[in-house]
Protein backbone atom coordinates (compact mmCIF):
# COMPACT_ATOMS: atom_id res chain seq x y z
CA UNK A 1 0.00 0.00 0.00
CA UNK A 2 1.52 3.27 -0.51
CA UNK A 3 2.31 5.27 2.36
CA UNK A 4 3.47 8.44 2.95
CA UNK A 5 5.98 8.86 6.68
CA UNK A 6 6.67 12.28 8.42
CA UNK A 7 8.40 10.68 11.64
CA UNK A 8 8.85 14.57 13.26
CA UNK A 9 5.57 15.26 14.68
CA UNK A 10 7.00 18.90 16.13
CA UNK A 11 10.32 21.17 15.55
CA UNK A 12 10.75 24.01 17.21
CA UNK A 13 13.68 25.74 15.87
CA UNK A 14 14.89 29.75 16.31
CA UNK A 15 14.39 32.27 13.71
CA UNK A 16 17.04 31.97 11.22
CA UNK A 17 18.29 28.55 11.79
CA UNK A 18 17.75 26.03 9.01
CA UNK A 19 15.31 23.36 9.30
CA UNK A 20 14.59 20.01 7.12
CA UNK A 21 11.44 18.85 7.49
CA UNK A 22 11.25 14.45 6.49
CA UNK A 23 9.37 12.46 4.35
CA UNK A 24 9.38 9.05 3.74
CA UNK A 25 7.37 7.34 1.25
CA UNK A 26 6.26 4.26 -0.22
CA UNK A 27 4.86 3.18 -3.62
CA UNK A 28 4.37 0.34 -6.18
CA UNK A 29 4.21 3.07 -8.70
CA UNK A 30 6.85 3.86 -11.24
CA UNK A 31 5.34 7.17 -11.80
CA UNK A 32 4.26 8.83 -9.09
CA UNK A 33 3.95 12.59 -7.66
CA UNK A 34 4.85 13.98 -4.48
CA UNK A 35 3.99 17.31 -2.71
CA UNK A 36 4.50 20.12 -0.05
CA UNK A 37 1.50 21.53 1.53
CA UNK A 38 1.40 24.42 4.38
CA UNK A 39 -0.93 24.72 6.98
CA UNK A 40 -0.61 28.28 9.07
CA UNK A 41 -2.70 28.94 11.87
CA UNK A 42 -5.16 30.81 10.32
CA UNK A 43 -6.18 27.23 8.97
CA UNK A 44 -6.00 27.13 5.23
CA UNK A 45 -3.82 24.50 2.98
CA UNK A 46 -1.63 26.42 0.30
CA UNK A 47 0.50 24.24 -2.09
CA UNK A 48 4.34 24.32 -2.17
CA UNK A 49 5.54 22.47 -4.85
CA UNK A 50 4.54 19.34 -6.46
CA UNK A 51 7.45 16.73 -7.77
CA UNK A 52 7.14 13.80 -10.50
CA UNK A 53 9.10 10.50 -9.80
CA UNK A 54 11.42 11.66 -13.14
CA UNK A 55 12.50 14.83 -12.25
CA UNK A 56 15.12 14.23 -9.32
CA UNK A 57 16.28 17.71 -9.41
CA UNK A 58 16.56 19.69 -6.69
CA UNK A 59 14.25 22.69 -6.18
CA UNK A 60 14.71 25.79 -4.39
CA UNK A 61 12.67 28.78 -4.53
CA UNK A 62 13.62 31.62 -2.15
CA UNK A 63 14.26 30.39 1.28
CA UNK A 64 12.48 27.13 0.28
CA UNK A 65 14.53 24.15 -1.05
CA UNK A 66 13.43 20.54 -1.79
CA UNK A 67 15.63 16.95 -2.26
CA UNK A 68 13.88 14.70 -3.72
CA UNK A 69 15.88 10.79 -3.31
CA UNK A 70 14.66 8.18 -5.08
CA UNK A 71 17.09 6.04 -3.83
CA UNK A 72 15.97 6.80 -0.57
CA UNK A 73 12.55 7.49 -0.85
CA UNK A 74 12.50 10.95 0.34
CA UNK A 75 11.47 14.36 -0.24
CA UNK A 76 12.96 16.24 2.35
CA UNK A 77 11.88 20.30 2.93
CA UNK A 78 14.46 22.71 4.07
CA UNK A 79 14.37 26.09 5.32
CA UNK A 80 16.62 28.22 5.05
CA UNK A 81 17.15 31.17 7.69
CA UNK A 82 13.83 30.18 9.16
CA UNK A 83 11.06 33.08 10.03
CA UNK A 84 8.10 33.04 12.59
CA UNK A 85 5.87 33.71 9.53
CA UNK A 86 7.09 29.98 8.85
CA UNK A 87 5.53 28.73 12.19
CA UNK A 88 3.02 26.20 10.65
CA UNK A 89 1.77 22.76 9.86
CA UNK A 90 3.52 21.05 6.65
CA UNK A 91 1.82 18.31 5.26
CA UNK A 92 3.80 15.72 2.53
CA UNK A 93 1.62 14.32 0.37
CA UNK A 94 1.86 11.26 -2.39
CA UNK A 95 -0.76 10.53 -5.28
CA UNK A 96 -2.11 7.18 -5.50
CA UNK A 97 -3.47 7.07 -9.37
CA UNK A 98 -4.74 9.84 -11.06
CA UNK A 99 -6.50 12.13 -8.38
CA UNK A 100 -6.54 10.42 -4.66
CA UNK A 101 -3.92 12.08 -2.11
CA UNK A 102 -2.26 10.03 0.34
CA UNK A 103 -1.05 12.78 3.27
CA UNK A 104 1.67 12.60 5.79
CA UNK A 105 0.79 13.29 8.87
CA UNK A 106 2.38 16.46 8.99
CA UNK A 107 5.29 18.41 10.86
CA UNK A 108 4.45 21.02 13.33
CA UNK A 109 7.10 23.67 12.88
CA UNK A 110 7.33 26.30 15.79
CA UNK A 111 9.83 29.21 14.80
CA UNK A 112 10.82 31.37 18.21
CA UNK A 113 11.65 34.54 17.76
CA UNK B 1 -9.17 34.00 -9.29
CA UNK B 2 -10.81 34.29 -5.95
CA UNK B 3 -9.68 30.20 -5.20
CA UNK B 4 -12.07 28.02 -3.71
CA UNK B 5 -14.39 29.57 -1.53
CA UNK B 6 -16.08 27.63 1.41
CA UNK B 7 -19.06 28.90 3.35
CA UNK B 8 -19.34 29.32 6.35
CA UNK B 9 -15.97 29.58 7.84
CA UNK B 10 -17.21 28.54 11.29
CA UNK B 11 -20.57 26.85 11.98
CA UNK B 12 -21.90 25.59 15.14
CA UNK B 13 -24.49 23.12 15.53
CA UNK B 14 -26.60 21.33 18.39
CA UNK B 15 -26.69 17.46 18.20
CA UNK B 16 -29.34 16.33 15.49
CA UNK B 17 -29.56 19.27 13.31
CA UNK B 18 -28.36 19.58 9.72
CA UNK B 19 -25.58 21.49 8.83
CA UNK B 20 -24.98 22.02 5.20
CA UNK B 21 -21.46 22.81 3.65
CA UNK B 22 -20.80 25.03 0.68
CA UNK B 23 -17.95 25.24 -1.63
CA UNK B 24 -17.76 27.45 -4.69
CA UNK B 25 -14.80 25.73 -6.87
CA UNK B 26 -11.87 27.39 -8.91
CA UNK B 27 -13.68 28.36 -12.55
CA UNK B 28 -12.19 25.62 -15.09
CA UNK B 29 -11.08 22.84 -13.05
CA UNK B 30 -12.84 19.84 -13.72
CA UNK B 31 -12.68 17.90 -10.29
CA UNK B 32 -13.81 18.84 -6.87
CA UNK B 33 -12.80 17.35 -3.87
CA UNK B 34 -14.33 17.03 0.37
CA UNK B 35 -11.90 16.46 2.80
CA UNK B 36 -12.55 15.78 6.47
CA UNK B 37 -9.75 17.16 9.32
CA UNK B 38 -9.26 15.68 12.40
CA UNK B 39 -6.58 15.60 15.35
CA UNK B 40 -6.96 11.82 15.33
CA UNK B 41 -7.45 10.87 11.67
CA UNK B 42 -5.37 13.60 10.08
CA UNK B 43 -6.77 14.57 6.43
CA UNK B 44 -9.76 11.79 5.43
CA UNK B 45 -10.52 12.22 1.53
CA UNK B 46 -14.55 11.97 2.12
CA UNK B 47 -15.50 12.41 -1.58
CA UNK B 48 -14.61 13.07 -5.48
CA UNK B 49 -16.35 14.53 -8.19
CA UNK B 50 -15.20 14.59 -11.52
CA UNK B 51 -17.12 16.35 -14.12
CA UNK B 52 -19.65 17.01 -11.90
CA UNK B 53 -20.43 12.91 -11.45
CA UNK B 54 -18.87 11.66 -8.17
CA UNK B 55 -16.41 8.98 -8.87
CA UNK B 56 -15.10 7.97 -5.34
CA UNK B 57 -17.22 7.93 -2.20
CA UNK B 58 -15.50 5.33 -0.53
CA UNK B 59 -14.88 7.89 2.29
CA UNK B 60 -18.13 9.35 3.34
CA UNK B 61 -18.33 8.14 7.11
CA UNK B 62 -22.09 6.39 6.88
CA UNK B 63 -25.53 7.67 5.58
CA UNK B 64 -25.89 11.08 7.54
CA UNK B 65 -23.01 12.20 5.08
CA UNK B 66 -24.24 13.79 1.49
CA UNK B 67 -22.27 15.67 -1.18
CA UNK B 68 -23.42 17.22 -4.54
CA UNK B 69 -22.33 18.95 -7.31
CA UNK B 70 -25.35 20.06 -9.43
CA UNK B 71 -23.22 22.28 -11.39
CA UNK B 72 -19.34 22.87 -12.23
CA UNK B 73 -19.39 26.02 -10.08
CA UNK B 74 -20.68 24.88 -6.51
CA UNK B 75 -20.97 21.54 -4.52
CA UNK B 76 -22.49 21.07 -0.96
CA UNK B 77 -21.67 18.70 1.84
CA UNK B 78 -24.88 17.79 3.95
CA UNK B 79 -24.68 15.79 7.68
CA UNK B 80 -27.89 15.13 8.74
CA UNK B 81 -28.53 14.44 11.77
CA UNK B 82 -25.50 15.61 13.12
CA UNK B 83 -23.36 14.11 15.99
CA UNK B 84 -20.28 15.60 18.59
CA UNK B 85 -18.12 12.98 16.40
CA UNK B 86 -18.64 15.32 12.88
CA UNK B 87 -17.04 17.74 14.63
CA UNK B 88 -14.17 18.40 12.34
CA UNK B 89 -12.52 21.14 10.15
CA UNK B 90 -14.02 20.15 6.70
CA UNK B 91 -12.19 21.55 3.25
CA UNK B 92 -13.04 21.25 -0.12
CA UNK B 93 -10.57 20.92 -2.37
CA UNK B 94 -10.39 21.78 -6.64
CA UNK B 95 -8.39 20.37 -9.50
CA UNK B 96 -7.62 20.34 -12.97
CA UNK B 97 -7.23 16.24 -13.08
CA UNK B 98 -6.42 15.06 -16.44
CA UNK B 99 -3.81 12.40 -16.62
CA UNK B 100 -1.93 12.24 -13.10
CA UNK B 101 -0.52 14.99 -10.61
CA UNK B 102 -3.04 17.45 -9.97
CA UNK B 103 -2.24 20.37 -7.96
CA UNK B 104 -5.38 20.12 -5.85
CA UNK B 105 -6.13 23.77 -4.31
CA UNK B 106 -7.50 23.89 -0.87
CA UNK B 107 -10.52 26.09 0.32
CA UNK B 108 -10.07 28.06 3.61
CA UNK B 109 -12.07 25.23 5.54
CA UNK B 110 -15.51 24.99 7.57
CA UNK B 111 -15.01 24.05 11.20
CA UNK B 112 -18.09 22.76 12.67
CA UNK B 113 -18.48 21.71 16.08
CA UNK B 114 -21.29 20.00 17.02
CA UNK B 115 -22.47 20.65 20.89
Known amino acids: AQKVTQAQTEISVVEKEDVTLDCVYE???????LFWYKQPPSGELVFLIR??????QNEISGRYSWNFQKSTSSFNFTITASQVVDSAVYFC??????????FGTGTRLKVLA | DAGVIQSPRHEVTEMGQEVTLRCKPI?????LFWYRQTMMRGLELLIY????????DSGMPEDRFSAKMPNASFSTLKIQPSEPRDSAVYFC?????????????FGAGTRLSVL
Open chain 2, 93 to 105: ASSLVDRGGNIQY
Open chain 1, 93 to 102: ALIEGTYKYI
Open chain 2, 49 to 56: FNNNVPID
Open chain 2, 27 to 31: SGHNS
Open chain 1, 27 to 33: TRDTTYY
Open chain 1, 51 to 56: RNSFDE
